[in-house]
């Protein structure tokens, strides 16, 4: 599980045993090292215009990614990954820095292989481009989200830039009756997903 910007270690852990007892699943915290609001944007803008910043920028959440999902190479079954808001971003970008690994060694069957073992849960997500291989994503946006009104038609444009390499996905819209503010909500969000599960 990777989350989003201005949330610190105990925020972050403090999500990570809310999705647990809400969902019912074993996930694991991928900790994002955050930085406060003004170098967060930055990093989460940097992250949507190229992958390659993103992942020099995060350097902490990328990495930790990439070795825990490398160390899958060698077991079989599913690869399910969660991410929250900025948390998409740093996921994408991931799994791209492993698909140019992959391919650039050769090993294009391996990253397809791989590929389609993974399955992306998003909520309240910042990136919609992903690598085209990764067919299981099921992106969720409650109605009213910032960060989902504003990168949305930023990534629908951008996509005629990004290339063949990846496809939009987009989020599936949630009604949601509460404050705009509150849109955004993590806690909000997994009432959605605890409703979608059963």
Known sequence: MVTGICTDLEVQKNYLSQAKLSLGIETRLIPNGT??????IGFAI???????WGFKVEIEATREL???ILKELRKDGEIKLFAYSQGS????????????????HGEEATWKKLAERISITTVGAAM???????????????????????TLPLLKIYQKLAGDDYRFVNPQVEKFDGPKEQAHSFTNYLKILKERLQ
Do not use: M
């Not at 940097?46 to 390659?52: D, E, F, M, P, V």
């Open 35 to 40: 930085s406060g609001a003004v170098l967060d």
């Open 46 to 52: 940097a992250g949507i215009l190229s992958s390659a």
């Open 89 to 104: 971003i740093i996921t994408c970008n991931t799994l791209v820095k492993i698909k140019e690994r992959l391919v650039g």
């Open 128 to 150: 919609h481009l992903w690598p085209k291989e990764i067919k299981q994503i099921n992106s969720f946006s409650l109605e009213g989200d910032i960060v989902t009104k504003i």
């Open 66 to 68: 990439y070795r825990q």
